[in-house]
């Protein structure tokens, strides 16, 4: 049995991340579909084609650790996707539709920032300074498809679905 140490565990996370994106490419057309605002639409598809460039850093970095980029199954982004269908199930065709689709979204946002930032920090501490900028991009990316949720949910999607609370 091979030593678990940072080095396995780096390539480990990295090849969760690998299906995470993956997963994650095939759920975002599925949300701009479902989006009823332009603008979140918009927000969806792009970051789709950001997603896809997350997917070609992943293999770079898998290059320079001598790995074949290889998939390795992430209950947690399974759960988080999961449930997000869930919502968009429960909540299709509602005033908080879009609130919820936001939500769903900024869940897998927020698991990808804390997963690219501790890869990040170990391709450092690993001497693999092209690797960490690679992670840092995909990260930089991450953080600001959150801040243009929040900003989506907070000018148009929570007040539409807070409209029918009342």
Same mark, same amino acid.
């Given at each position: ?6 080095? &396995? ?18 759920? %975002?057309?599925? %949300? ?7 603008? %979140?639409?918009?927000?969806?598809? /792009?970051?789709?084609?950001?997603? +896809? ?6 293999? !770079? ?6 790995? &074949? ?16 269908? +869930? ?11 879009? =609130? ?5 979204? /900024? ?10 930032? &501790? ?8 001497? %693999?300074?092209?690797? =960490? ?16 949720? &929040? !900003?989506?949910?907070? =000018? ?5 679905? =807070?409209?029918?609370?009342?």
């Amino acid at each position: 049995m091979a030593e678990k140490n940072l080095e &396995t565990l780096f390539h480990d996370t990295l090849r969760d991340m690998y299906y995470a994106e993956r997963h994650i490419l095939k759920t %975002l057309p599925k %949300l701009e579909g479902a989006a009823a605002s332009d603008e %979140l639409k918009a927000a969806f598809a /792009q970051h789709h084609t950001e997603t +896809e460039g997350q997917v070609e850093r992943l293999e !770079k970095v898998f290059t320079m650790i001598d790995k &074949t980029p290889r998939s390795k199954r992430c209950p947690a982004i399974d759960g988080i996707l999961t449930e997000g269908d +869930e919502h968009l199930k429960e909540y299709e065709g509602s005033v908080a539709a879009d =609130a919820s689709l936001i939500a769903s979204a /900024q869940a897998v946002e927020h698991y990808e920032i804390t997963r690219y930032g &501790t890869l990040r920090r170990w391709a450092a501490m690993l001497g %693999l300074r092209d690797g =960490a900028d690679l992670l840092s991009e995909t990260l930089e990316e991450e953080s600001r498809t959150d801040e243009l949720l &929040t !900003k989506i949910a907070e =000018a148009e999607a929570n007040a539409k679905a =807070a409209q029918g609370a009342r």
